[in-house]
């Protein structure tokens, strides 16, 4: 048995089904080894596509999703993917290939450290050198992966090393429970929520898990304390719940954090350091309670007073059965800013002007989709009004980055997701400037028979970058691109290409293209006139209500 046969065999025990990537010839043993396994080979047509797809299959299973490259350029192409896992909390292993290490056959041509180059980005990087040490470096790889916080982890897989003899050793894979908060703090907590006048539960991305979204949601009903999450906590709790009170889709000022800064104890369950905090602790303010999986990371800005640490769900379920609902809770002032939220929210989101506003667009998008029906967002401007506009109401029914937040991976996500979820509909929205950074995917999701929209936002610029020149005083400069004919372009790999001319059009094409076969591109002509006095000029003027 070679290596590379041995590598295989281990990641069969692990439960893959599929790899992503792109072979070069330092693969070619490991590829000929994969021929008679029962993974799945998906060849994409560029590495990023390829690590995009891996992450969110983790995120979406909660098991590594495994992407393959070559050593050099290709190895390089991960190095985003690599990033967006880490940051954003995905299990991920990456293989990558290298020249021979006992002899040099090709002196430095397109050697790059790899390995090194991977170590500030991954939980977990290592060169395989011996044949014996392959089935145990994979298990190691894949605990370290879903380990809390997951991420990504990165094997190299030198050539001369793939093709040499191995012995067979396959290690089980054991189930590792993740421990629970002690008694002691779980009391301390139960007695800080009780005495509090105002207490306010946060979600984020931690809390983003099928247990915690069971666990929060009947938290929530028993106690009845209202809630928000941040752009990555979205749909942990259905957001249609008479608790919700938004999303913190602005990291400050926004019409929301009117009730944040009134709460005097803040419930902040899945915490991540990588989203923009939406509230600042300070001396004499709210007190925090930190719910998470491991303990916070204090700054001068965080610094709860009690951290419960051990598995989210486990925690919640614990402070439900111990919580008594308190008479002294008064939430009245929360919904008089819920109400206030969804005035200023619902602005717009009939109009019908064309090129279309983002707030149209958001409403007739969600009236479209189903309650589990998947929306993969790619990173822009637009991102803000779908966090602020859009309610979800299902966990992992909105997938957006809001952590390395990479333009280009809007695509590849929702290629994942409609392979996860066949009998979901899923729709990727990009910007015109994210879409065309991994455009050449279509080829790649049309070669794979999927049914899926692509629904571009096109303003024929950077637009987010826009909405910052224009908030920071600076010139209209440097910024604005012309594109491509979308329609033809998506025509051009068998797909079918659409472009409305008015907003009734944009609504009878997204209902016809949803509920197709195939892969359909929308080209939709978007207005960002309003970005500018809506969120940065007109929240400067929010006086919260009393």
């Known amino acids: 048995m070679k290596t590379s046969d041995l590598l295989v065999k281990a990641l069969e025990n692990e439960g893959v089904e ?3 990537g792109i072979p070069g010839e330092e693969n070619l043993d490991f590829l000929d080894s994969l021929k008679h396994s029962s993974i799945r080979l998906i060849i994409t047509r560029h590495e990023q596509g390829a690590g995009f797809m891996a992450a969110n299959y983790g995120r979406l ?8 490259s070559t050593l050099g350029p290709g190895a390089t192409n991960l190095v985003t993917p690599a990033a967006y896992a880490q940051l954003g909390g995905m299990p991920m292993l990456i293989i990558t290939g290298q020249k021979p290490i006992k002899e040099s056959k090709q002196a430095l041509f397109q050697i790059v450290d790899v390995v090194n ?3 500030p980005i991954t939980k977990f ?3 395989v050198v011996h044949g014996s040490t392959i089935a145990a470096t994979v298990r190691e790889a894949f605990r370290i992966a879903v380990e809390e916080r997951p991420g990504a982890v990165h094997i190299e897989l030198p050539e001369d090393i793939a093709a040499e003899e191995a012995h067979q050793r396959i290690y089980t894979v054991e189930t590792i429970r993740r421990p629970d908060a002690d008694n002691r703090t779980i009391q301390h907590a139960l007695k800080m929520i009780e005495e509090a006048s105002m207490p306010l539960l946060l979600i984020g991305a931690g809390a983003n898990r099928k247990r915690a979204s069971a666990a929060l949601t009947k938290f929530v009903e028993h106690t009845g304390i209202p809630f928000f999450n941040t752009q990555l906590g979205k749909g942990v709790i259905d957001e249609r719940h008479d608790s919700y009170l938004g999303t913190a889709a602005l990291s400050e000022s926004d019409f929301l954090h009117c009730a944040i800064e009134r709460a005097d104890l803040i419930i902040n369950v899945g ?12 001396d004499g303010g709210a007190q925090v309670i930190h719910i998470n999986f491991h303990a916070a990371e204090i700054d001068p800005v965080y610094f709860p007073q009690l951290d419960v640490v051990g598995d989210i769900a486990t925690s919640i379920n614990r402070l439900r059965a111990g919580l008594e609902v308190q008479p002294h809770w008064d939430f009245s002032y929360y919904y008089r800013v819920k109400q206030e939220v969804n005035e200023r929210l619902s602005k717009y989101s009939d109009d019908e002007r064309f090129p279309i506003l983002p707030q149209s667009a958001v409403r007739i998008i969600r009236e479209a989709m189903g309650e589990e ?4 967002l790619d990173n822009g401007v637009y991102k803000i009004w779908f966090a602020r506009n859009y309610p979800s109401y299902y966990y992992n029914s909105l997938l957006l980055d809001n952590a390395l937040a990479t333009m280009g991976a809007g695509l590849p996500t929702a290629m994942m997701a409609k392979m996860l979820n066949p009998d979901q509909k899923v729709m990727a929205v990009c910007g015109d400037g994210g879409f065309m950074m991994n455009s050449q995917e279509m080829e790649t999701a049309v070669r794979l028979g999927l049914d899926l929209v692509v629904l571009i936002f096109n303003d024929n610029a950077y637009g987010m970058i826009k909405w910052k020149q224009e908030g920071m005083g600076f010139d209209d400069y440097g910024l604005n691109f012309n594109n491509p004919d979308f329609v ?4 051009s790999y068998g797909a079918f290409g659409h472009r409305p001319t008015s907003h009734a059009e944009f609504i009878k094409t997204l209902d016809y293209a949803l509920n197709a076969k195939g892969v359909h591109l929308i080209d939709l002509a978007v207005d960002y006139s309003l970005n500018y006095s809506i969120l940065s000029e007109g929240l400067k003027q929010k006086i919260c209500i009393l």
């Open 18 to 20: 599929y790899i992503f």
């Open 61 to 68: 299973t909660g098991k590594p999703g495994v992407c393959l």
């Open 117 to 119: 180059m991977m170590r």
């Open 125 to 127: 990087t290592k060169q």
């Open 271 to 282: 915490h991540d350091e990588v989203e923009k905090p939406p509230f600042f602790m300070k």
């Open 373 to 376: 029906d998947i929306l993969a």
């Open 488 to 491: 033809k372009y998506a025509d």
